[in-house]
């Protein structure tokens, strides 16, 4: 069983930045694909970004190209998103997924992984 806990979330500014944190529990964290989501009422839950298990490869949804970075401590077992140039179009609950797989994905379908979720607000 995996445990993922966000945190970093909350009111920004348009035009800053901001950096979300996933914190897992579990053995397996340095072999598995980490990936970030986010969602807005009334829509669907979209890709952020993935981060695989193996080489520490990334790929990023591309809304978000340039602007965002997501990597991954081993040693503690958490992974990041860090965000700038943030517009109010970058609002959303922003969703930490794991996978027992090394290679990343941009399908929730194959992460059984969540945390919580952590809202980003970001104001104009």
């Known amino acids: 069983q995996v445990q993922l806990v966000e945190s970093g979330g909350g009111l920004v500014q348009a035009g800053g930045s901001m950096r979300l944190s996933c914190a897992a529990s579990?053995?397996?964290?340095?072999?598995?694909?980490m990936g970030w989501f986010r969602q807005v009422p009334g829509k669907e839950r979209e890709f952020v970004a993935s981060?695989?298990?193996?080489?520490?490869?990334?790929i990023y949804a591309d809304f978000v190209k340039g602007r965002f970075t997501m990597s991954r401590d081993n040693a503690k077992s958490t992974v990041y998103l860090q965000m700038s140039s943030l517009s109010p179009e970058d609002t959303a609950v922003y969703y930490c997924?794991?996978?027992?797989?090394?290679?990343?994905?941009?399908?929730?379908?194959?992460?059984?992984?969540w945390g919580q979720g952590s809202l980003v607000t970001v104001s104009s």
């Open positions: 997924a794991a996978r027992p797989h090394s290679l990343y994905s941009s399908s929730p379908s194959v992460y059984p992984y």
């Open positions: 579990g053995r397996t964290f340095s072999t598995s694909a």
């Open positions: 981060i695989s298990g193996s080489d520490s490869s990334e």
